[in-house]
């Protein structure tokens, strides 16, 4: 059963002797220094888009193929998101729904 985030977790992490903040959104990550308010924030489609490159790259290598066939069905998994993002907002603008 899968549980609706409402509302943001935060967890304090000590790296390299640092003390930081993880926090989980509802819209993604973002990890910041203790104290400070600016840090790094990922967004849920990029954490997703990454393993799913990364997975890519590690089936690939364990089929022992060659480097350029990486790049290759990498470019092309990136070309057919690109397309399908676009189709997809060019439909939802002329219907009007964004």
Do not use: C
Not at 14 to 27: F, Q, R
Request: glycine share 12%.
């Amino acid at each position: 059963m899968a549980t609706k985030l409402d509302k943001s977790l935060k967890r304090e992490l000590d790296i390299d002797g640092k003390l930081y903040t993880l926090t989980l959104s509802p819209t993604g990550l973002l990890l910041t220094e203790k104290g400070h308010r600016k840090g790094v924030e990922l967004t849920w489609k990029s954490l997703i888009g990454g393993l799913v490159i990364a997975t890519i790259a590690n089936g690939l290598g364990l089929l022992n193929q060659a480097s350029y066939i990486n790049f290759l069905v990498t470019g092309g998994v990136l070309l057919l998101a690109a397309s399908v993002d676009a189709i997809s907002r060019r439909r939802r603008s002329a219907t009007g729904l964004g």
